[in-house]
C-alpha cells in the first residue's frame, strides 16, 4: 500500500507513524483508518522495528472524524460481531507485539484520542487540547472507550469526561493520569529519544511478553496473574535475551538483544 494520508518512517528500531491531513487538523477518514492498520501491520512485521510512534503532522494530533465524512451519505461503519477483544474494530493495537508510544502534538478528540488510549505510552505536549465530545454531538462513547478510560485514569475522572463532553488541557490530563506531560518545544524529539532508548535498551521478548501480562491482568486476580508471572520467568532462564542481559550489565556495555 502506498500511504496518502499518514507518513511512515523507520530509523533506529523506532517506526514514526505520522497523521499526514494537517490541513484538516488530521482529521479521521477511512482512508486513514485503513493506512494506519497497514502501518501497524508493517512495523509488525518488520524485525528491524522494536517500538512505534503515533503522531500527528502540523498542529494537531487528531480532531476525529472528518466532518465530511459525517456529514455524507457514507454508509455506517460494519459493527463487530465477536466478543474477541482484540477483534474489535481497533483491537489490532492491542495486538500489536511491540511497544506503542501516542505523542500526543497537539488537539486530540474522539476517535482520534480513542487511537491514543490503545497505546502502552501517552506523552501530551504542554498547551494540547483533548477531549470525548461526544454527549455534546447527541453520541455516545465509541469503540470500548467507557470501557477501557476508567481503567487508565478511574471512574471518576472518564465519567467527568465522558459525561461532560469538556475539553482539558495537556497538564489537567497529566494529572489524570491520561498522559504524560512533556514540554512543547522539543516535544517530539524528547519522545523519539525515549522510544530510541526503549527500542535498543529493552529485550523485544520481554517486551512482548510484558504487553501480554498487562493486557491479561485487566481480567486476572493477583494469584492468577503472579502464577502466570512465574511461568514466564522460568522461560526466560533459557533465552539469548537473558543470558544477554545479564552479561551487558557485567560488562558495561549496550546491550545487544535478539529478541531470542
Not at 500511504?3 to 517506526?15: G, I, K, M
Amino acid at each position: 500500500m502506498e500511504f496518502t494520508e499518514l507518513r511512515y518512517a523507520v530509523a533506529d528500531r523506532v517506526a514514526s507513524i505520522t497523521f499526514d491531513r494537517p490541513d484538516r487538523l488530521n482529521a479521521w477518514t477511512p482512508t486513514l483508518e485503513a493506512e494506519l492498520r497497514e502501518a501497524i501491520h508493517r512495523a509488525q512485521a518488520d524485525d528491524d522495528v522494536r517500538c512505534a510512534i503515533l503522531t500527528g503532522a502540523g498542529r494537531a494530533f487528531c480532531v476525529g472524524m472528518d466532518m465530511a465524512v459525517l456529514g455524507s451519505a457514507r454508509p455506517a461503519a460494519p459493527q463487530s460481531v465477536s466478543d474477541d477483544d482484540l477483534a474489535q474494530r481497533y483491537g489490532y493495537l492491542g495486538s500489536f507485539g511491540k511497544p506503542l508510544i501516542a505523542a500526543i502534538n497537539g488537539a486530540a478528540s474522539g476517535v482520534g484520542l480513542c487511537i491514543a488510549l490503545h497505546a502502552d505510552l501517552r506523552y501530551v505536549a504542554a498547551g494540547a487540547k483533548l477531549s470525548f465530545p461526544y454527549a455534546r454531538r447527541g453520541l455516545v462513547a465509541e469503540h470500548g472507550t467507557a470501557w477501557l478510560l476508567p481503567r487508565l485514569i478511574g471512574p471518576m475522572h472518564a465519567a467527568d469526561l465522558l459525561l461532560t463532553g469538556r475539553t482539558v488541557q495537556a497538564e489537567e490530563a497529566d494529572r489524570m493520569g491520561l498522559a504524560c506531560l512533556l514540554p512543547a518545544e522539543g516535544f517530539l524529539d524528547a519522545v523519539r529519544t525515549r522510544a530510541t532508548d526503549l527500542a535498543n535498551a529493552t529485550s523485544p521478548r520481554a517486551t512482548r511478553v510484558i504487553k501480554q501480562q498487562l493486557l491479561a491482568a485487566r481480567y486476572q486476580t493477583l494469584g492468577q496473574a503472579t502464577r502466570i508471572a512465574d511461568r514466564e520467568i522460568a522461560a526466560c532462564r533459557d533465552t539469548e535475551d537473558f543470558r544477554e542481559g545479564v552479561q551487558h550489565f557485567l560488562e558495561k556495555r549496550a546491550p545487544r538483544f535478539t529478541g531470542r
